[in-house]
């Protein structure tokens, strides 16, 4: 059994509550959790790495999950390196060449290997809730993104609507 030495909350993300955790033996584990209200997606992480991983992409592996407790988790390998937002402007002209080879390299994996899909946005596992055109998933995600910042107030709506009016627009 392993003890745990630090456990740092990431501070970007979408929906769920993900940690990094680092065990006595330096190993480095993430712990994402979710509400009910999120699953959803969290189901669908699951089932995409394992669909993925099937295909020898570089993902992490699933040590453990459960989708029953009251508040549904899972525990994974820790990848290491830096998120690629913020390295990606001091990488060099021939790295971020690499780095275009590597993701079209991965993409046609993908794309030779699984069904075209058949909406635009976030890909959940066999989603019902679909969107037609990316104006679509743009709108969806912007009114999601207005309705939390007004419960939370950590932004200006209206800056969201002014940008909501001109997409409804278009």
């Not at 290491?80 to 913020?86: I, Q, S, T, V």
Request: charged fraction near 30%.
């Amino acid at each position: 059994r392993e003890e745990v030495l630090e456990i740092k909350r990431f501070n970007i993300g979408l929906c769920h509550y993900v940690y990094d955790i680092t065990l006595n033996n330096t190993k480095k584990i993430v712990l994402r959790a979710s509400t009910l209200e999120n699953i959803k997606l969290l189901e669908s992480g699951l089932a995409w790495s394992k669909k993925l991983q099937e295909l020898s992409l570089p993902l992490p592996q699933i040590f453990y999950y459960d989708l029953k407790s009251k508040f549904p988790y899972v525990i994974m390998e820790r990848i290491y390196g830096e998120d690629l937002h913020f390295i990606y402007p001091l990488l060099s002209i021939q790295e971020k060449k690499n780095l275009a080879k590597e993701i079209v390299k991965i993409q046609n994996v993908v794309s030779l290997n699984l069904e075209e899909g058949i909406s635009f946005g976030h890909c959940l596992y066999n989603d019902e809730s679909k969107k037609d055109t990316w104006i679509d998933v743009l709108l969806y995600s912007l009114e999601r993104a207005k309705n939390r910042f007004k419960i939370t107030k950590i932004f200006d709506v209206e800056k969201i609507e002014k940008v909501l009016n001109k997409l409804y627009k278009y």
